[in-house]
C-alpha cells in the first residue's frame, strides 16, 4: 500500500510539471506559428486537409487513434437478461491509488492531455482572467450565536476562505479558523461549521483531499483553542447542538482493516457527542440494523426542545421523522418517537417552538407546503399554515415573529413574507433575475442576513431589518466588471414530446446587440430533484468575457417545477432529460444564438451522465464536450461508494426492467462507431469517492478505442482532489483554464484582442 501511495505521489509530481509545460512551449507565442505549427512543434499530429479542415484553425489539433497510450482489452463479456454485453476495460475499475497497473496508465492518459492542453492557444489568457476574477474580497452568510457573528471570508486569492468572528454585527472581526494553513499542499479544507446557541463552541468538519469523509472538531471561541477530540468516518451529516454541551452527528461505522475505500456504505447511525470527551465515549443515539441501507440525520429545534431525526433510504428526498425531547433527559436512554414512520415523502424541518412544529412537505402537495403539528395535542393531525401554490416552495424560515419563504418561479428565487397563521405579507424585492438564499435566524430575532447572487453578479449579502423592513448592504463585492454589460434572458423551447423547457441565455450586451451567433456552452444537470439556479462563476465568467454565450437549461429530472418535474426525467422517463438537452441545442442553433459548429456542452456528475449520453445519441450536433466526474457505466454504478443510493432515480440494474433502460442509454456500452464524434475532455479526479474515477477511465478507454473520428477525446485526472468540494483555488483556476482553453479552441471562439489580453495580465 505504500508502495502504490509512492509511485501515485510521483506520477503526481510528475504530471504537474507537465501541466507547467514544456520547456519549449514559451519559445514562441499564437501569433509566432500556425495551429499546425503548434501541434507538430508539441509532437502532435495534424489534419491533412479534407472537408475544409486546413482553412479553419480550431481543426488542427486532431488526434488519430494510435496517438493514444494503449489500453489493455480484457474480452469480458457477461451474459445478463439472454444479452451479451462486453466490458473489456473492466481492470480499470481498480482503485489508481493502490493498483500499479491503472495508476501507470492515468499517468500516460494525463501526460499526453497535458502535453496537448498546454499548446492550446488562449490557456494562459484564461488562467489569467479566472484568477482575476477571483480575486475579490468575499463573505459567506452570518451566522449568530448568543452575541457573536460567526461568517467566512476570503481576500481573494485564498485557497480556502477562513472563518471568522465578531461581537455584535459592527464589531471587530477577529480570525477563528483558517485552513490555508492546515497542510502544506492545500489538501484539507473547511467543509462545514455550526457554532453552539450561545457562541462559546464552533464544531467543524475537515475534508481531506476532496475526499465526501469528514473530520469533525470543535474549537473554542473565547479562547481561539483547538480541542483535542476527533470525530471519524463522517459523511454527509448534520451538526446539530443541543445547547453547550455537545451535539449531534452521523457517521459509518469505522472501515475493517484493509476494506476497499470504494466499497459500498451501510450502517450510518446518529451519534451524540459531549464536547472534552473522546469519541469512544459518543453515545449512539438511532439506528437500524435491521434496515442498514437506511441513513439517518438529526437536527435540533431552536428552542433547544426537540431533536428531530431523519431517516431516507436513497437520494429520493422521500424521509420518515423520529422525535427526541431533550428538556430533562439524563445521560444515555435515547428513544426516539416515530412522528412520519414511513417513508414515502418529503419532510423538511423549518421550525419549532414548544410542542408545535413546522415542516415543508410534498405529501398531498406536488410544489410542497407548510404545515404544522402541535405535539401536545398529536390527534389533530397536521394543519396547513401557507397551501400549495403554482410555484416550487423551496424553503422556509421562521425569523422574529413571521416566515420567510422561498419560492421558485421559472427557475429563479422569489423571497415573500408571511406571519404565522400563513398569511402573505411583501415580497422581499430582488434585483433582478438571480438567487436568494440565507434567510437564517430564530424565533425572536429582530434581524435576517440573504445572499443574492446572478451570472453576471458576485455574490451579495445583505442585512434586513424585520421591525422596520430595511435592507442594508452587509458585503457588496467590488469586481473589475460592470454587470450591467451582461444580458440575462429566459427563454423557453419545444422538447421532443412537446413539453416546454426553460433555458437561461448569457451574453454580453453588445455582442447580442449585434445579432450575431456565438460560441456557446450548454450546462445541464437534470437529476436528482436538484434545481440549476443562477449563480456566480468566475470561470463561466471569463467564457463570457471571451465573447462566448453561456446557456443553462433546467431540463427535465431536476427540482425545478417540483416533483412531477423530477418525475419526468428519472427511471423508465430518464431519456426525457437527454432529449431536453439535445432540444435545448437545437433551439440554441435555430434562434441563431450558437454558432454553427460552435456549440460545446458540460456537465458534472449526473450531468456527465447527460453530457456523454446526449453526445453518444447526437454527435453531429456538438462541437466539444466536456462530462466532469459523470456516471459512465450505468450497468456497475451501484457496486461503489455511494452508488447504491441513487437507485431512486436511475433504477437497478439487478432488475430486468430498470437495466434494459440502463442499458441503452449508458455512455460506456454505447459509443456509435462510424461516426464522427466531437472533441471530448473528460475530467476527473483521483479521490472522488462519490463517483468513482472508474466511471471516466472506463469510457474515455472506450472512446479512444472506437472509429469516431481524429479529434481529440482526452482524460484529465486532477491528483488529490475528489467531487468538487475542497477543491483549492488554484486547481479551480488551472481546471478552468485548461477546460475552457479546450471548449474554445474547438467551438471556434476567437483569441481575445490584444487590450483584453493585457488587461487579464494586468
Not at 450502517?267 to 472534552?276: E, L, M, P, S
Not at 450531468?607 to 466532469?628: E, I, K, S, T, Y
Not at 431512486?648 to 456509435?672: F, K, Q
Amino acid at each position: 500500500m505504500r508502495e502504490m501511495e509512492k509511485i501515485w505521489r510521483a506520477l503526481a509530481c510528475v504530471l504537474a510539471l507537465l501541466a507547467a509545460g514544456p520547456a519549449w512551449a514559451n519559445d514562441a507565442g499564437p501569433s509566432d506559428a500556425s495551429a499546425n505549427d503548434r501541434a507538430e512543434s508539441a509532437g502532435l499530429p495534424v489534419s491533412g486537409g479534407g472537408s475544409g479542415a486546413t482553412s479553419s484553425p480550431f481543426t488542427a489539433l486532431v488526434l488519430p487513434r494510435n496517438a493514444y497510450p494503449a489500453t489493455r482489452d480484457d474480452g469480458v463479456v457477461e451474459h445478463v437478461f439472454g444479452e451479451r454485453v462486453a466490458d473489456p476495460f473492466r481492470w480499470l475499475e481498480a482503485d489508481p491509488r493502490r493498483d500499479r497497473q491503472v495508476a501507470e496508465w492515468v499517468g500516460r492518459q494525463n501526460a499526453l492531455s497535458a502535453g496537448y492542453l498546454a499548446r492550446l492557444p488562449q490557456r494562459e489568457w484564461f488562467a489569467a482572467r479566472i484568477r482575476a476574477l477571483f480575486d475579490f474580497e468575499r463573505y459567506g452568510l452570518p451566522r449568530r450565536a448568543g452575541s457573536r457573528y460567526f461568517y467566512t471570508r476570503n481576500t481573494g486569492l485564498q485557497n480556502f476562505a477562513a472563518l471568522w468572528m465578531r461581537k455584535g454585527v459592527g464589531g471587530e472581526q477577529r480570525l477563528l479558523l483558517d485552513p490555508n494553513g492546515w497542510s502544506a499542499d492545500g489538501s484539507v479544507a473547511l467543509a462545514q461549521w455550526e457554532p453552539s446557541p450561545n457562541g462559546r463552541f464552533v464544531a467543524f468538519a475537515q475534508q481531506i483531499a476532496g475526499s465526501d469523509w469528514r473530520t469533525l472538531r470543535v474549537v473554542d471561541v473565547v479562547s481561539g483553542r483547538l480541542m483535542d477530540e476527533r470525530l471519524e468516518w463522517a459523511n454527509d451529516t448534520e451538526i446539530a447542538w443541543a445547547g453547550e454541551e455537545g451535539f449531534f452527528y452521523s457517521r459509518f461505522p469505522a472501515p475493517a482493516p484493509g476494506a476497499d475505500p470504494r466499497a459500498p456504505r451501510f450502517d450510518k447511525a446518529v451519534w451524540f457527542h459531549r464536547v472534552g470527551s473522546a469519541q469512544d465515549d459518543d453515545e449512539l443515539v438511532h439506528a437500524t440494523p435491521d434496515h442498514p441501507e437506511w441513513s439517518h440525520k438529526a437536527l435540533v429545534t431552536s428552542d433547544g426542545r426537540w431533536a428531530v431525526i431523519v431517516s431516507e433510504v436513497g437520494t429520493d428526498k422521500r424521509n420518515a421523522v423520529h422525535l427526541l425531547q431533550l428538556a430533562g433527559r439524563g445521560k444515555g436512554g435515547w428513544k426516539a418517537q416515530a412522528l412520519v414512520p414511513e417513508i414515502a415523502d418529503h419532510w423538511r424541518l423549518v421550525a419549532g417552538a414548544g410542542d408545535r412544529l413546522w415542516f415543508l412537505t410534498d405529501r398531498g402537495a406536488p410544489n410542497f407546503h407548510l404545515v404544522s403539528i402541535d405535539l401536545a395535542r398529536p390527534r389533530m393531525g397536521w394543519q396547513v399554515v401557507v397551501p400549495e401554490r403554482g410555484n416550487t416552495l423551496e424553503g422556509a424560515r421562521m425569523v422574529g415573529d413571521r416566515f420567510i419563504l422561498s419560492y421558485l418561479k421559472d427557475g429563479a428565487s422569489v423571497a415573500v413574507m408571511a406571519d404565522r397563521k400563513g398569511k402573505p405579507g411583501k415580497a422581499i424585492t430582488l434585483n433582478g433575475i438571480g438567487t436568494a438564499s440565507g434567510f437564517g435566524g430564530r424565533p425572536g430575532d429582530t434581524e435576517t442576513f440573504y445572499q443574492f447572487t446572478g451570472f453576471a453578479q458576485p455574490p451579495a449579502i445583505y442585512r434586513m431589518d424585520l421591525r422596520s423592513g430595511a435592507v442594508t448592504p452587509f458585503a457588496v463585492p467590488k469586481t473589475g466588471f460592470d454587470p450591467a454589460d451582461y444580458l440575462v434572458e429566459q427563454r423557453s423551447f419545444a422538447s421532443k414530446d412537446g413539453t416546454m423547457v426553460p433555458v437561461y441565455v448569457v451574453r454580453k450586451r453588445a455582442l447580442a446587440r449585434q445579432g450575431k451567433p456565438l460560441p456557446t456552452l450548454l450546462y445541464g444537470y437534470g437529476g436528482f430533484d436538484v434545481s440549476l439556479t443562477p449563480g456566480y462563476s468566475p470561470v463561466r465568467m471569463a467564457w463570457l468575457e471571451a465573447g462566448g454565450a453561456f446557456a443553462l437549461a433546467n431540463i427535465r429530472g431536476g427540482g425545478e417545477f417540483g416533483r412531477d418535474w423530477h418525475d419526468a426525467g428519472r427511471r423508465a422517463r430518464k431519456q426525457n432529460s437527454f432529449d431536453d438537452f439535445i432540444a435545448a441545442g437545437e433551439f440554441l442553433v435555430r434562434e441563431g444564438i450558437a454558432l454553427p459548429g460552435g456549440l460545446a456542452v458540460q456537465g458534472a456528475s449526473n450531468g456527465g451522465l447527460l453530457v456523454g449520453a446526449v453526445v453518444n445519441q447526437r454527435p453531429d450536433l456538438f462541437a466539444a464536450a466536456n462530462p466532469d466526474v459523470g456516471v459512465m457505466d450505468m450497468l456497475r454504478f451501484d457496486r461503489f461508494t455511494s452508488g447504491r443510493f441513487w437507485v431512486d432515480d436511475y433504477g437497478r440494474p439487478d432488475r430486468e426492467d430498470d437495466w434494459r433502460t440502463l442499458r441503452a442509454y449508458s455512455p460506456y456500452h454505447n459509443v456509435a462507431a462510424g461516426k464522427d464524434y466531437p472533441a471530448i475532455l473528460v475530467t476527473t479526479a483521483d479521490n472522488d469517492d462519490r463517483v468513482v474515477p472508474a466511471h471516466s477511465f472506463k469510457y474515455v478507454a472506450a472512446l479512444q478505442a472506437a472509429q469516431i473520428g481524429e479529434k481529440p477525446h482526452l482524460l484529465r485526472v486532477e491528483a488529490q482532489a475528489g467531487h468538487g468540494g475542497g477543491k483549492p483555488v488554484e486547481k479551480v483556476i488551472g481546471t478552468g483554464a485548461d477546460v475552457l482553453a479546450f471548449l474554445a479552441y474547438w467551438t471556434g471562439l476567437s483569441q481575445p484582442s490584444a487590450a483584453v489580453g493585457e488587461k487579464a495580465r494586468n
